[in-house]
Nanobody
Framework: QVQLVESGGGLVQPGGSLRLSCVASGSIFSIYNMGWYRQAPGKQRELVADISSYGTTNYADSVKGRFTISRDNAKKSVYLQMNSLKPEDTAVYYC????????WGQGTQVTVSS
C-alpha cells in the first residue's frame, strides 16, 4: 500500500514563497500521474497542479504562472514550488495521484497572511 507524506508548509507573508514536498512509499511511484490538491476551510478539495509520469504539467487557472510542480522518480517525490503567494492560497495541501486513487496523507498547512 502506497503511503504519502507531505511537508514544507508554514506561515508566509503575501508575495512570499514556499516549496512543498511529498514522498511516497512503494515501488511503482514512477508510473503514477501525480497531483497537488488543496482544501481551504469550508471548501471542497481541489486539484491545483498535476504532472504525468514523464513530466507533462497542468495547472489550475488560479495558480498558473505562480506555482510549479515537479517530480523526482528516483526519490519517489513530487514537489510544488509556490511563488507570489496570496491569502487565498491558504489551505491544507495534499498530494495524490491525478485521479486521487491513493489513501490521503495528513497534508501540510499553508497560511498566507501578513
Amino acid at each position: 500500500q502506497v503511503q504519502l507524506v507531505e511537508s514544507g508548509g508554514g506561515l508566509v507573508q503575501p508575495g512570499g514563497s514556499l516549496r512543498l514536498s511529498c514522498v511516497a512509499s512503494g515501488s511503482i511511484f514512477s508510473i503514477y500521474n501525480m497531483g497537488w490538491y488543496r482544501q481551504a476551510p469550508g471548501k471542497q478539495r481541489e486539484l491545483v497542479a498535476d504532472i504525468s509520469s514523464y513530466g507533462t504539467t497542468n495547472y489550475a487557472d488560479s495558480v498558473k504562472g505562480r506555482f510549479t510542480i515537479s517530480r523526482d522518480n528516483a526519490k519517489k517525490s513530487v514537489y510544488l514550488q509556490m511563488n507570489s503567494l496570496k491569502p487565498e492560497d491558504t489551505a491544507v495541501y495534499y498530494c495524490n495521484t491525478r485521479r486521487a486513487t491513493l489513501p490521503w496523507g495528513q497534508g501540510t498547512q499553508v497560511t498566507v497572511s501578513s
